[in-house]
């Protein structure tokens, strides 16, 4: 029994920054900080990648696949493909439909120019779905979701009361860099985390999810954070810890969404 091991990384590069901040765009220390993911963080993670041979996947908003095509090249060139993550970044909770449906077309359209490829999943840019997405999602004929955190396995998706036969691959917090490593001066009480506790919390849920059929490993993280030299020894030594275990499989999401995907509609219809 093997656990699929997903690791994903949302490349947001300054939208993550300017998205929270409408003046953010005018502040270039702000900004700057999220131009080390494409420019600096990018190139060490694929590296390593490398170096493991293993899969990854990598969720850009459209605004930042127009803007950095150097670094879209070269996840393509080593073997990689791209998701969907909104097309600005903009917190999507009140934004009205055809506003959404604008941000999904956009990007859509963005990242089918710079890949040739439509993306088959999407992961939210707010961490929170509208009442409006999942029915976005269906439109575009993607087929998994990333973005639920109720549970360690696959399952299909609601559209609250209504079934949907796109598949959710949930994440955690405990297993984000966002809320270890993402600093700013300008809130209050952040702080960030030692690299050795991040490992700790990472294997351990690794070595416990092992143990338990049918659930997946996923991390979720951004080139501007895990990308600098102390984090990524956090995520080399998980891989290396993973491997070791002799009983991870590294996969794409979308590998892992295919390879799901027809068990999960069959057991909906035997229902
Ligand atoms: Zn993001």
Same mark, same amino acid.
């Given at each position: 029994?093997?656990?699929?091991?997903?690791?994903?990384?949302? +490349?947001?590069?300054?939208?993550?920054?300017?998205? %929270?901040?409408?003046?953010?765009?005018?502040?270039?220390?702000?900004? =700057?900080?999220?131009?080390? *993911? /494409?420019?600096?963080?990018?190139?060490?993670?694929?590296?390593?990648?490398?170096?493991?041979?293993?899969?990854?996947?990598? &969720?850009?908003?459209?605004?930042?696949?127009?803007?950095? /095509?150097?670094?879209?090249?070269?996840?393509?060139?080593?073997? &990689?493909?791209?998701?969907?993550?909104?097309?600005?970044?903009?917190?999507?909770?009140?934004?009205?439909?055809?506003?959404?449906?604008?941000?999904?077309?956009?990007?859509?359209?963005?990242?089918?120019?710079?890949?040739? !490829?439509?993306?088959?999943?999407?992961?939210? /840019?707010?961490?929170? $779905?509208?009442?409006?997405?999942?029915?976005? $999602?269906?439109?575009? *004929? +993607?087929?998994?979701?990333?973005?639920?955190?109720?549970?360690?396995?696959?399952?299909?998706?609601?559209? !609250?009361?209504?079934?949907?036969?796109?598949?959710?691959?949930?994440?955690?917090?405990?297993?984000?860099?966002?809320?270890?490593?993402?600093?700013?001066?300008?809130?209050?009480?952040?702080?960030? =985390?030692?690299?050795?506790?991040?490992?700790?919390?990472?294997?351990?849920?690794?070595?416990?999810?092992?143990?338990?059929?049918?659930?997946? &490993? +996923?991390?979720? +993280?951004? /080139?501007?954070?895990?990308?600098?030299? =102390?984090?990524?020894?956090?995520?080399?030594?998980?891989?290396?810890?993973?491997?070791?275990?002799?009983?991870?499989?590294?996969?794409?999401?979308?590998?892992?969404?295919? %390879?799901?995907?027809?068990?999960?509609?069959?057991?909906?219809?035997?229902?």
């Amino acid at each position: 029994m093997t656990t699929p091991v997903l690791l994903t990384f949302d +490349m947001d590069a300054e939208l993550l920054w300017t998205a %929270r901040d409408p003046e953010g765009a005018g502040k270039p220390v702000w900004v =700057s900080q999220g131009h080390y *993911g /494409p420019n600096v963080g990018l190139p060490r993670i694929l590296r390593l990648l490398k170096k493991y041979g293993i899969a990854a996947s990598f &969720f850009v908003p459209g605004q930042v696949v127009e803007r950095y /095509p150097a670094a879209i090249e070269s996840i393509l060139d080593a073997g &990689f493909v791209i998701e969907h993550h909104s097309h600005t970044h903009t917190w999507s909770d009140n934004l009205s439909r055809d506003q959404e449906a604008e941000e999904f077309g956009l990007a859509a359209e963005a990242i089918v120019k710079a890949t040739g !490829r439509a993306p088959k999943g999407w992961r939210s /840019p707010a961490a929170e $779905l509208t009442p409006h997405s999942v029915s976005l $999602l269906e439109e575009h *004929g +993607m087929i998994f979701s990333s973005n639920l955190f109720d549970a360690d396995s696959v399952h299909l998706l609601d559209d !609250r009361e209504r079934g949907t036969d796109i598949v959710e691959i949930p994440f955690a917090w405990a297993l984000v860099d966002t809320p270890v490593f993402m600093y700013t001066n300008r809130v209050a009480g952040r702080v960030m =985390s030692a690299p050795s506790a991040v490992l700790e919390t990472w294997t351990r849920e690794f070595d416990g999810l092992v143990e338990e059929e049918g659930t997946h &490993f +996923m991390i979720g +993280m951004h /080139p501007q954070f895990i990308g600098r030299s =102390s984090r990524l020894w956090v995520l080399e030594q998980t891989i290396k810890h993973a491997l070791a275990s002799g009983r991870a499989e590294f996969l794409s999401c979308a590998d892992y969404a295919e %390879r799901v995907r027809p068990g999960l509609l069959a057991a909906k219809d035997a229902r």
